[in-house]
């Protein structure tokens, strides 16, 4: 594993074209479908009007060698906002 720290923006079909690994020290996932809902409304309020200035989804933080990620930060919005992205 890199001890190598990277930090930057990526679109959403960047994030979900990874394979994303929950550790065992990880907290239940205890989003509720409202907060789900929200959360893609948000997404899809930003796709349809294109501004995406103020749209994130926050700091996320993975460790981990090419498309096989373990999340240390911000598994619940990553599961959340994954619905639609599971389909593909």
Same mark, same amino acid.
């Given at each position: ?8 923006? +990526?679109?959403?079909? =960047?994030?979900?074209?990874? &394979?994303?690994?929950? #550790?065992? &020290? =990880?907290? %239940?996932?205890?989003?509720? #479908?409202?907060?789900?809902?929200? *959360?893609?409304?948000? *997404? ?6 294109? +501004? ?7 700091? *996320?933080?993975?460790? !981990? %060698?090419?498309?096989? =990620? ?7 919005? *990553?599961? !959340? ?5 599971? =389909?593909?």
């Amino acid at each position: 594993m890199s001890s190598k720290a990277d930090a930057g923006a +990526v679109t959403v079909d =960047q994030l979900y074209s990874k &394979f994303y690994v929950i #550790p065992d &020290f =990880q907290r %239940e996932y205890t989003w509720k #479908p409202r907060h789900v809902k929200a *959360l893609l409304n948000d *997404l899809l309020v930003a796709h349809t009007t294109g +501004v995406t200035d103020d749209c994130s989804l926050g700091s *996320l933080i993975v460790y !981990g %060698e090419g498309k096989r =990620q373990h999340v240390v930060d911000g598994q619940q919005r *990553l599961s !959340g906002g994954a619905g639609p992205y599971r =389909q593909r």
